[in-house]
């Protein structure tokens, strides 16, 4: 089962650093670096709540989309490593923009 550890502090699927999403969606056309994917599925807490009961698996999420096409563990948008971390650089996260996969590694 796919763990996906998140640093994003202020997300609604994060719990003590687990991603509590149903599914989550790596994107990031052309990405050369970690810093050029994201998190889709990212959720700010103070708009969404908690939401870190919404897997369909009572656990945490096990669902790793990726549509980034450089990544070398993309594997028919599906990512092919069973743990990832998804991170961010801003303290106070606003946007999916401003998240990364830091598991990325370039083709």
């Known amino acids: 089962m796919a763990r996906i550890g998140c640093n994003v502090l202020n997300c609604s699927h994060n719990d003590a650093g687990v991603c509590y999403a149903n599914r989550i969606s790596i994107t990031g056309k052309k990405a050369h670096t970690s810093n ?5 599925s990212f959720l700010d807490q103070s708009t969404y709540s908690n939401l870190t ?8 999420c096990d669902y790793i989309g990726c549509n980034v096409k450089t990544c070398a563990y ?3 948008n599906v990512c092919s490593l069973n743990n990832i ?7 106070s996260t606003n946007l999916y923009s401003e998240t990364y996969c830091s598991s ?4």
């Open 53 to 60: 009961s919404n897997t369909c698996t009572n656990g945490s």
């Open 36 to 40: 050029h994917t994201c998190c889709s």
């Open 104 to 107: 990325f590694k370039c083709k």
């Open 74 to 76: 993309n594997a028919g």
């Open 85 to 91: 971390s998804v991170t961010s650089s801003a303290d």
